[in-house]
């Protein structure tokens, strides 16, 4: 792994700043070469903190993908630009890493998996939570058969009162709509990924914005104006898969719940279930001497006796090494990419439910 890669990074706000650049810049086999931003002044002091000497910022979009020495574009931009963007990257030969969702809808997701595809240049969607210490664990489970045929699987995105304010937030048009598409994404593709299934038949959704159209004092981010908020604070979603299985997702921004669980999921098989929240830990559900037993293990807690610490590293740091090591060996197809693909659709099935008042067959 010798290689070194010229990355352009498009969007320059808090997840790039706080995410993609710091990784990138303590990459060897990453050179930031591009920053562009609609705000010069934010790709500018990026360009400062995480740039080198011959780190450019880009006037216009053009600009970047007319460049002929781009090998990978990091993309973290709002929602509805995500297709568009990704589209012209790759068209211009350009490896594409882009933060979730995928796009506003299936149709432009499909877009840039053709464009993935015609072009032989790896897209790659940022779901980082497949990175946790217990998903990975999880998985592992999975592979080795401990559940036997997984038929029920949660997901849950449930806040309290955490609706974003900042930004973008709130606008539709932009986003594509609120909990669902945002953190409900995160939670549907672990809930997938885990059990190994992403073929939906049909979806039946419903959505509120009874909270979002009053407003709330006690919002950790500070009340908003309902006036100019137009998306759902809360999103339910019944899933049939054609394999048979069931699979529920709950979607809030500000639920009036007493457990807060994001980026957690529930795998019910026939020989054992699981049960993954955010935190560090797993638990186990399973049928030993004939008893029901319980078996919880707290991955970074455990003694040297009996299994060695999980390497500390975050699940951004072992997400980029993931992708890294792909590209530096020549790989032109993630599996993830037609995997978050099928989370779109089941965004979009849902909301097509909710809004019709009917199942939507895919």
């Not at 790659?124 to 559940?147: D, K, M, P, V």
């Not at 937030?169 to 594509?176: E, P, Q, V």
Request: contains cysteine; glycine residues 6%; hydrophobic residues 40%.
């Amino acid at each position: 792994m010798d290689s070194i890669l010229n990355a352009a990074f498009i969007g320059c706000g808090a997840i790039a700043r706080k995410k993609h650049l710091p990784l990138s810049a303590s990459d060897p086999h990453l050179h930031i070469k591009v920053l562009f931003d609609v705000n010069q002044e934010t790709a500018e002091k990026c360009r400062a903190q995480f740039g080198s000497d011959d780190t450019v910022v880009a006037k216009s979009l053009e600009d970047v993908f007319s460049r002929n020495d781009i090998d990978v574009a990091f993309i973290a931009t709002p929602n509805s630009t995500h297709a568009e963007y990704t589209v012209k990257a790759l068209n211009s030969k350009m490896h594409v890493i882009c933060e979730k969702p995928m796009a506003l809808n299936a149709s432009e997701a499909r877009e840039m998996l053709d464009a993935s595809v015609q072009n032989e240049r790896m897209l790659h969607i940022s779901y980082q939570n497949r990175y946790t210490n217990q998903a990975l664990y999880a998985r592992r489970l999975y592979e080795e058969g401990f559940f036997s045929d997984i038929y029920y699987a949660k997901a849950y995105a449930l806040r309290r009162r955490a609706v974003p304010t900042w930004g973008a937030a709130g606008n539709r048009a932009l986003l594509g709509g609120g909990p669902l598409i945002d953190i409900g994404s995160h939670a549907l593709d672990l809930a997938m990924w885990l059990s190994d299934n992403f073929e939906p038949d049909y979806a039946v959704g419903t959505a509120y914005d009874r909270i979002m159209k009053q407003g709330s004092e006690a919002n950790l981010w500070g009340n908003w104006n309902p006036d100019k908020m137009n998306i759902e604070d809360c999103a339910l979603g019944f899933v049939v898969m054609k394999n048979g299985m069931t699979l529920s997702v709950e979607a809030s921004y500000a639920l009036n719940t007493k457990w807060e669980r994001e980026a957690s999921v529930d795998l019910f098989g026939t020989a054992a279930g699981i049960s993954l929240r955010e935190e560090d830990h797993v638990t186990l559900i399973h049928e030993v001497g004939g008893k029901m037993c319980m078996t919880e293990n707290r991955l970074q807690e455990t003694r040297r006796s009996l299994t060695p610490e999980a390497e500390a590293a975050s699940a951004s740091v072992r997400e980029h090494q993931a992708i890294m090591e792909m590209l530096l060996s020549g790989e032109t197809v993630d599996p993830s990419a037609r995997q978050a693909f099928a989370v779109a659709r089941i965004v979009e099935g849902i909301y097509s439910s909710a809004e019709k008042k009917q199942p939507f067959y895919f």
